[in-house]
């Protein structure tokens, strides 16, 4: 029992409710007992009687004044004084009994004015100021008033009808406001359940604002495991596409070598140079797809060290100069001599410009033009490798850096060379060392990637620890 948050949302709820009256109970006990319904009624018998006094203000005058109080506190059965400024008694109806003191104005418990005499007997009083400055006072003892008397006539009605009706109420309001939480909640618990399911439909975001959040983030969770879904199907459906052309080939092969179609010595050698290109097209993608992997699970290491960015692209276009001299293509490092140091793993910031200027030099004719240029900011660097290739499609620069895409290989320039991975880990590599890639292209006019790393890095050394 109570064990779901609507219930337990219900049960707070009446509690405090119930907690509230009770506390709004006691006070109004308190008001009677201090204040009941006959001390209420003898005040106001003591304002007629004072108001009856005023009213014949004309007639307290002279030698007639004793005998107006006089025959009024007969009339009325009070006790009346009429004090002069200084507080001195000039008529008392009572003197026989205890002396009573003009009292200041009460400053708490207006309501209910009360008077000791001098024997220490209550009086419940009123007191006006008359048009000549003398002060009356009209007085009567304090009536005693039973406690049960108070709860059977005054408390328990009361409180039981409006109580009662309150309650009511209130916990038909909490019952509203319990569920106005807990449903949306209910839903969620719902949905997730059929979370692994393509279909799964988005949760509507209602009740309090955090319960709107929690929706709003469960919704963006389910399209990002959706989306890591589809991912997944497509990248082993890539896989599986990549590796069946090489495995294709290489089984063709050996079955030619195998059964003796390859017999001659060319032939058999064509076959063996077929199987060993395939089998390091295969072993290439494999070592990609570990890399990826690994730099996915944020546990690729980087051994970071103070690297010369100057030196590294210079070491690059010596890499690719015979390639580039071959394909007649002009490869330069426009770059200053002074850049400062980075903080960096130098081996993957190789494969990240090897990867770009391979590519650039993939998609750049004869005559073309391949730079890269480097510059500092007070926060990062700005590494650019441009080319005055092919350029890209606008639809495909979206999709430039997803696993296995390339752009249409009937394209001039677009012949397939590799498996798709190349830039996917060059944005890997990037994210790794807290920095981003963007690229910029027109088809006909050339592209340029642009790499921009930090001047200060984490000291963290694996992507995983940065994460965290």
Known sequence: MFTSLRARLWL???????????????????????????????????????????????????????ASIERAANEFDVRILLFNRSGSVLVDTAPSQPDLKLPRRPFFNRDNPTIRDASGSAWLYTRETLDEGAILMVAIHRPRVRLL?????????????????????????????????????????????????????????????????????????????RSSQDSQRKFAANVSHELKTPLTSIQGFAQAIIDGTAKSPSEQKQAAEVIYKESGRM??????????????????????????????????????????????????????????????????????????????????????????????TQTEMEIRVADTGIGLPADAIPHIF?????????????????????LAIVQEIVAAHSGRISVR??????????????????????????KR
Do not use: C
């Not at 997803?402 to 190349?422: I, N, V």
């Open 149 to 225: 008397n108070i709860l059977r006539d005054e408390f328990l009605p009361i409180f039981l009808q409006g109580g009662a009706i309150a309650l009511i109420l209130s916990l038909v309001l909490a019952f509203v406001v319990a569920r106005w939480v807990a449903d949306p909640l209910q839903r969620l618990v719902e949905a997730s359940q059929h979370v692994p399911v393509t279909d799964a439909k988005p949760v509507i975001e209602t009740g309090p604002r955090e319960v709107r959040e929690l929706t709003f983030a469960f919704n963006a969770m389910v399209d990002r495991v």
């Open 402 to 422: 997803e696993r296995f895409y390339q752009a249409d290989p009937s394209r001039p320039g677009g012949e397939r060379r590799g498996a798709g991975l190349g």
């Open 12 to 66: 707070t709820y009446a509690l405090l409710i119930a907690t509230a009256m009770g506390v709004m109970a006691v006070a109004f006990g308190l008001y009677l007992w201090s204040n009941p319904l006959l001390y209420r009624q003898t005040l106001a018998r003591l304002r007629i009687v004072e108001s009856a006094i005023i009213n014949r203000q004309s007639d307290l005058q002279g030698h007639t004044i004793a």
């Open 283 to 376: 072993h290439r993608m494999v070592l990609d797809l570990l890399d990826l992997a690994r730099l996915d699970a944020g546990t690729a290491d980087l051994n970071m060290s103070q690297v010369n960015l100057r030196a590294l692209l210079d070491s690059i276009v010596e890499k690719f100069s015979l390639q580039a001299h071959k394909d007649k293509v002009t490869l330069v490092v426009d770059s200053p001599r002074d850049l400062p140091y980075l903080v960096a793993d130098g081996d993957r910031l190789a494969q990240v410009f090897t990867n770009l200027v391979d590519n650039a030099l993939r998609h750049t004719g004869r005559d073309g033009q391949v730079i890269l240029q480097s510059q500092a």
């Open 441 to 466: 292209s027109q088809e006909g006019l050339g592209t340029t990637f642009t790499v921009y790393l930090p001047l200060v890095q984490p000291a963290a050394t694996t992507l995983l620890s940065r």
